[in-house]
């Protein structure tokens, strides 16, 4: 458009002359500071990272303990699932974005499917409960063997075998 024309939008006259500013992008130096990440400020985030992943497996233990009490609440109150199958998803949620940040990348594929199928969930029964608890205790194996990556051969067949089995209950 240029810049003396007018255009209606909802019946009214808008336009004029204008003129398009293009603002400086400055964020790499909110950044970093004065230009490119230093070389002391890499290895200071990589050895943050690091402590955080020393714990991740504490914390991942601890979340999937509450995943374990809210499907158990959840049983307790199928018809009215809606509150239990938000927090699973809240957990799930938490712990599919940390495994992914400390490299458990098979638990970060579990925890998203069970966020995919809670999601999608709209009523509750048996073989619900079953598949959730399904995928939390594939998230606590991959705990304790403290399967980092994708699993290997093993750690991909649980994610598929779950993956499938989540479709197989959502198609209707």
Do not use: W
Not at 13 to 38: D, E, F, L, Q, W
Not at 40 to 46: D, F, I, L, R, V
Not at 99 to 107: A, E, H, N, Q, R
Not at 142 to 166: F, P, R
Request: include cysteine.
């Amino acid at each position: 458009m240029a810049g003396s024309e007018q255009v209606i939008v909802n019946g009214r006259k808008v336009g004029g002359k204008y003129k398009i500013i293009n603002p400086p992008n400055t964020i790499a130096t909110r950044v970093s500071g004065s230009g490119p990440m230093s070389e002391s400020m890499q290895k200071k985030a990589e050895s943050v990272l690091k402590k955080h992943a020393e714990t991740f497996s504490g914390n991942a233990k601890t979340e999937v303990e509450e995943l374990s009490n809210a499907v158990d609440e959840l049983a307790k109150n199928l018809d009215s699932h809606g509150e239990y199958t938000n927090r699973i998803f809240q957990i799930s949620h938490n712990i599919r974005g940390q495994g992914g940040t400390f490299g458990y990348d098979l638990i970060t594929d579990i925890a998203a499917s069970l966020c995919n199928y809670v999601e999608e969930l709209e009523s509750c029964d048996d073989d619900a409960l079953k598949l959730i608890r399904a995928h939390i205790d594939a998230m606590r194996a991959v705990i304790m063997e403290d399967a980092t990556g994708d699993g290997g051969k093993i750690g991909q067949e649980i994610s598929k075998s779950l993956n499938l089995a989540v479709t197989k209950l959502t198609d209707y």
